[in-house]
């Protein structure tokens, strides 16, 4: 095997970097951050990400490390329910699993446990410097790499080299808020409500700790008077069914973040060129809708990384994945454009639709996951 240069500690970096090395390449893995601590806030892993870390080796201390996401759905602000999920019937579904729910931080030092002699080099940019000869400025030494690995991220700035005319990344027409925090005092479990043009997302993790994410439908580059995003999350959320108010209530102000949020609309022609591969959100940014991002990152990497030693294996893998991570894309932007409807005629009608669907049609909800959740990895 070759000499593979990883831009990116990420999860997609990281995961990339230990399925190459359990493949026999020499891994050098750059990250411009000077730690590998990621911004704190929690992450679900589904069923087809957990099918590909056991692929290398990680499932089953993801799994140990998790909260099982359990029983839920999508409810409305006051907690009626429009659509919901039995974990069990998840599980038969997909091969003994459905989502487990963890810290990213968590992940991805698990992932960095195993980079089993792989190079990792922090607080060091990597520039490409050709993509025909693998020639990559590592800090003050220059690398000739058999294979790039670009996980860069949504603003990548390798994806702009290798493309430069393609479309940047779109506002996908709302802002996102995230924290952890210690867990509500009263009855909860993993759900998602809907407002019009707001999300709150609630998902226990272990530790008696809770992730919780919410949206908001308003123009780009926005911010909460004063700086103060846990007021504005209370101003939004304050009246919505337990345990919303008692989480924000319990967050700690400095951990609140808040992130627009931005979606690769136009998708690329290629998701590798010469002897670069793009992964991640550096190939396909999407948005969290469907809860994909961090578990296409890993599929990506493992399909990647079965592949890049074989003769056209580049070509290959851009032909395993790019339909299907476009399809997700898209899909997802659909979802987000439901979440961000204002009009109360619109927003009536979409629930009513959601809990026709969810009454008349068991679990509906879960079949329509089928062709994400039940991905499995290609024997390579």
Same mark, same amino acid.
């Given at each position: 095997m070759g000499h593979a240069v990883v831009i990116g500690g990420g999860i997609g970096g990281l995961t990339a %970097?230990?399925?190459? $090395?359990?493949?026999?390449?020499t891994v050098t893995v750059c990250e411009r951050a000077p730690s590998l601590d990621p911004v704190g806030s929690g992450l679900a892993v589904a069923a087809n990400a957990l099918k590909a870390l056991d692929e290398i080796g990680a499932g089953e201390a993801v799994r140990k490390l998790s909260a099982i996401r359990g029983d839920g759905g999508i409810r409305r602000a006051d907690g009626r329910w429009l659509s919901r999920t039995s974990e069990a019937a998840? !599980?038969?579904?997909?091969?003994? #699993?459905?989502?487990v729910l963890l810290l990213r931080a968590t992940l991805v030092n698990l992932l960095a446990e195993r980079l089993d002699g792989a190079e990792l080099l922090l607080g060091t940019a990597a520039e490409l410097v050709d993509a025909e000869t693998g020639?990559?400025?590592?800090?003050?030494?220059?690398?000739q790499a058999d294979l790039v690995v670009a996980v860069d991220g949504i603003r990548s700035a390798v994806r702009r080299a290798l493309f430069p005319a393609h479309p940047a990344p779109e506002y996908a027409g709302v802002t996102a808020w995230r924290f952890v925090a210690p867990r509500p005092d009263v009855p909860f479990g993993t759900t998602e409500s809907w407002g019009a043009g707001l999300v709150f997302g609630v998902m226990p993790l272990v530790d008696d700790?809770?992730?919780?994410? !919410?949206? #908001?439908? +308003? /123009?780009?580059? =926005?911010?909460? /008077?004063?700086?103060?995003?846990?007021?504005? @999350?209370a101003r939004l959320f304050g009246g919505w069914h337990a345990p919303i108010p008692q989480a924000i209530?319990? !967050?700690?102000?400095?951990?609140?973040?808040?992130? #627009?949020?931005?979606?690769?609309?136009? /998708?690329?022609?290629? @998701?590798h060129r010469g002897r670069v591969a793009l992964l991640g959100d550096a190939a396909h940014a999407m948005t969290p809708n469907l809860g994909q991002g961090a578990c296409q %990152?890993?599929?990506?990497? +493992? +399909?990647?990384? =079965?592949? %890049?030693?074989? /003769?056209?294996?580049?070509?290959?893998?851009?032909a395993a994945r790019l339909p299907r991570t476009t399809a997700i894309v $898209? $899909?997802?932007?659909?979802?987000? $454009? @439901?979440?961000?409807?204002r009009n109360p005629l619109a927003v009536r009608l979409r629930d009513s639709v959601m809990a026709l669907g969810n009454r008349y049609g068991g679990q509906a909800m879960l079949r329509q996951m089928d062709d994400v959740l039940g991905w499995r990895p290609p024997r390579l």
């Open positions: %970097a230990v399925a190459l $090395r359990r493949r026999g390449w998840a !599980a038969a579904r997909y091969g003994g #699993d459905s989502v020639a990559v400025r590592v800090g003050d030494r220059e690398i700790l809770v992730y919780c994410y !919410a949206t #908001d439908a +308003v /123009p780009e580059g =926005g911010a909460a /008077p004063g700086g103060d995003e846990k007021a504005e @999350l209530a319990l !967050a700690d102000p400095a951990t609140v973040m808040r992130h #627009d949020i931005y979606s690769l609309n136009e /998708p690329l022609p290629t @998701l %990152a890993i599929e990506d990497a +493992v +399909v990647l990384a =079965g592949l %890049a030693d074989r /003769p056209g294996g580049l070509a290959a893998y851009t $898209r $899909r997802s932007r659909r979802i987000c $454009r @439901l979440t961000r409807m």
